[in-house]
């Protein structure tokens, strides 16, 4: 049996499942075996076998019944059968296999009375060390699988391919967050980490973090760090199955538990639509880390209009919402490229995020004035509208901010000629930005 197991330990080394068998006659190896089905290309090339094999050659005949096999696992069906054929006089095995065990373990084929021969079976020889080198074989195994794929899907969310956003910038991926619970963030992370401002990105329903990319070129330019996420359920962030996943107060943990894992300082909030309202509640739990904020069409306080509840509710009540073209009716800046805005929800199940927002929104916290009249009065504020959104008209979002916000001046609610997609229209804007938030 210590012949066996060096056969194993050899056979752990080439990859293989740690499995070695010997054939003795007489007191002497006439035949040698270690798992090989990998190397080989063999589904037959188990241990068992092989040593068969090799001791049929040696000896000139196929039939061992002089002969005792020692081998460090319980043999299966097949090479169990193998050994039956060749008359084997006896069998001694190390490890119990209990789940294709076939000398006791799940049947026991050497003691099937309905056959002529009938091997002898001796159990548990250097059962420990037989055990212990499979344990560590597939231990060593299970880490390198988690190391090739960090992030593994969990059963109750979905993942697009990553070939899915094959012609989108590559991420970085995130699933050590406590809230996360495993699931997999997409992140955008680039520029220098002692960037003298941080620009935290964040959208809302139903876009991603593509929706900044046109904005990215300027601040990097200008030294500055930029931080996108996709938030969980968007973009390519994981999916979970069931919208009860998603509440404000969750993607809002997840957001803060970011900014501080990034160690994130001097950020200017970039917020679209409700991801304006998730960070400032970011925002307002770690003010420190925060300097400003350019919000986008985001709409303040109180009822929002009718027509943008009816977009979200739509979204949420129809299984095959058209994400692109509806996205392009309420901005034309986002006809341009329609196939990203419907990606991320393209596949059946993708869309709990969509039909759990109309409750998100409701559970949004309320604005941090007190830190938003701070950031006015320290010129840290740009509050940033379309003026052809179809889901907040012009006129009703600045009658809504300055009734939230009156002490806003005027140079600090600007209207842009855009629809409901800001920022897409914005990469203009980027350098008059730099130089307003320059600290």
């Not at 373990?105 to 499979?134: K, Y």
């Not at 070939?163 to 991926?173: I, N, Y």
Request: proline fraction near 9%; charged fraction near 15%; glycine fraction near 8%.
């Amino acid at each position: 049996m210590r012949a066996a197991l060096e056969l194993a330990r050899a056979a752990a080394q080439a990859g293989e499942v740690p499995v070695g068998a010997v054939i003795v006659k007489d007191g002497a190896i006439v035949g040698r075996g270690r798992n090989a089905p990998i190397a080989q290309g063999d589904p037959t090339a188990h241990a068992e076998v092989l040593a068969l094999r090799d001791a049929a050659a040696r000896l000139g005949n196929y039939r061992l019944d002089d002969c005792t096999l020692y081998v460090t696992l319980e043999p299966c069906t097949m090479c169990s059968g193998a050994m039956l054929h060749a008359r084997l006089g006896r069998v001694v095995y190390g490890a119990a296999e209990p789940r294709t065990g076939a000398a006791g373990s799940v049947l026991d084929v050497f003691a099937l009375p309905q056959i002529n021969h009938h091997t002898q079976v001796t159990r548990g020889l250097l059962a420990g060390e037989c055990a212990a080198l499979m344990s560590d074989f597939f231990r060593t195994r299970r880490a390198e699988q988690r190391a090739a794929q960090p992030h593994p899907l969990k059963d109750t969310a979905l993942r697009h391919a990553d070939s899915t956003f094959g012609g989108f910038a590559q991420p970085q991926w995130r699933s050590d967050l406590p809230a996360l619970a495993g699931l997999r963030l997409a992140v955008v992370d680039e520029g220098p980490r002692d960037a003298p401002l941080t620009w935290l990105c964040l959208h809302g329903s139903p876009s991603w973090g593509q929706l900044f990319q046109p904005m990215l070129p300027g601040w990097l330019q200008a030294g500055h760090r930029v931080v996108v996420p996709d938030l969980p359920g968007f973009g390519r962030s994981d999916q979970p199955k069931k919208e009860k996943a998603h509440s404000a107060a969750w993607h809002v943990q997840v957001l803060r538990e970011l900014v501080l894992a990034l160690d994130l300082r001097s950020i200017v909030l970039v917020g679209h639509d409700d991801g304006a309202h998730l960070g400032l509640a970011v925002a307002q739990a770690e003010p420190a880390r925060f300097c400003g904020a350019w919000l986008m069409n985001a709409w303040p306080a109180g009822p929002a209009p009718d027509a943008c509840v009816q977009w979200f509710a739509q979204a949420a009540r129809k299984p095959s919402w058209p994400v692109g073209r509806a996205m392009h009716e309420v901005g034309e800046e986002a006809g341009a490229q329609p196939q990203a805005w419907n990606l991320p929800f393209s596949q059946p199940g993708h869309r709990a995020a969509l039909q759990a927002w109309p409750r998100v929104q409701a559970e949004m916290p309320p604005l941090p004035m007190e830190l938003l009249v701070q950031w006015s009065q320290q010129q840290r504020l740009w509050v940033q509208g379309g003026e052809h959104d179809a889901l907040m008209p012009a006129p009703a979002w600045r009658q809504a901010w300055l009734q939230a916000l009156p002490q806003l001046p005027p140079a600090q609610l600007r209207l842009s000629p855009c629809g409901h997609w800001v920022p897409l229209c914005a990469a203009g804007m980027v350098d008059g930005a730099v130089e307003y938030f320059r600290p």
